[in-house]
């Protein structure tokens, strides 16, 4: 199961959350203190990697993977 790059970076946006910087393959989101994602480009975006971004941008994994399904 892989998730859309565009999909998870609004949800990031909505969350609060805003780019600080894009530099070779990834983009990096900030937040308040204490919460980072960064994010690979590309179209689509394995599981294991989602998880990891929803896990560092402390957004529950049940939330996250329902909105951007």
């Known amino acids: 199961m892989s998730f859309q790059r565009r999909k ?12 600080a910087r894009e530099r070779g393959p990834h983009t990096i989101l900030e937040g308040k203190p204490g919460r980072l994602a960064v994010l690979p480009h ?3 975006i394995k599981r294991g990697t ?4 929803a ?7 049940d939330e996250f993977r329902k909105e951007v399904s």
Do not use: E
Not at 13 to 19: A, C, D, E
Not at 55 to 61: E, G, H, M
């Open 8 to 19: 998870i970076l609004r949800l990031l946006l909505r969350k609060g959350m805003y780019v």
């Open 42 to 44: 590309g179209k689509q």
């Open 50 to 53: 989602a998880r990891q971004i």
């Open 55 to 61: 896990r560092t941008a402390k957004i529950d994994w």
